[in-house]
């Protein structure tokens, strides 16, 4: 297939073709009685044009998707995690203390712009669901140790794995659950 030099379509305007498509292929279709093979013929080419417009709108909507998830990443500074441990704890996981500090983008009366604001929370469960996806996808190296052995390699596992056993009251490491 050629690749043309039009931008491409938004969803929107894929699904206002996609419909469009539609109601010609209805109108040929009920024609092919009356008009026989010509109509058969721009049927077939009307079923071709909407599945490949379906096909077009599933990788608009990917894209779509994935520009919006970027650019609310992209509203993220630093993020630092520092643990600790009750005395007597030192190394359990389930007890430990997590302070997260991180830089988000806010906007700013006095300076009439969006500026990177120093927000901190204590444990995990205090982020935003976007500050964790960042600390996730962008950041996944000052993710603490001991969360990333959960699942070595996956971030997002690791982090499932830790809320639950957080919930259930211990932890299964990556071995362990295959």
Not at 135 to 148: E, F, N
């Amino acid at each position: 297939m050629l690749k043309s030099n039009t931008p491409a379509k938004s969803s929107a305007e894929l699904i206002a073709e996609i419909e469009q498509l539609q109601a010609d292929y209805a109108k040929v279709h009920a024609a092919i009685g009356v008009i026989g093979k010509p109509a058969r013929t721009k049927a077939d080419e009307l079923r071709k044009a909407i599945t490949a417009a379906n096909e077009e709108l599933a990788v608009a909507l990917a894209n779509e998707a994935e520009a919006e998830r970027q650019a609310r990443l992209a509203g993220f500074g630093s993020i630092t995690i520092a643990t600790t441990y009750p005395p007597g704890y030192e190394g359990n996981l389930l007890r430990a203390s997590f302070a997260i500090a991180y830089e988000r983008m806010q906007y700013d009366m006095s300076a009439r712009a969006s500026v990177l604001k120093p927000h901190k929370v204590i444990g995990f469960d205090g982020l935003t669901p976007e500050a964790l996806e960042y600390l996730i996808v962008k950041r996944p190296d000052v993710i603490p140790a001991q969360i990333a052995e959960l699942a070595p390699g996956d971030p997002g596992e690791a982090f499932r794995r830790y809320f639950i056993g957080k919930r259930k009251g211990y932890l299964r490491t990556y071995a362990e659950a295959a």
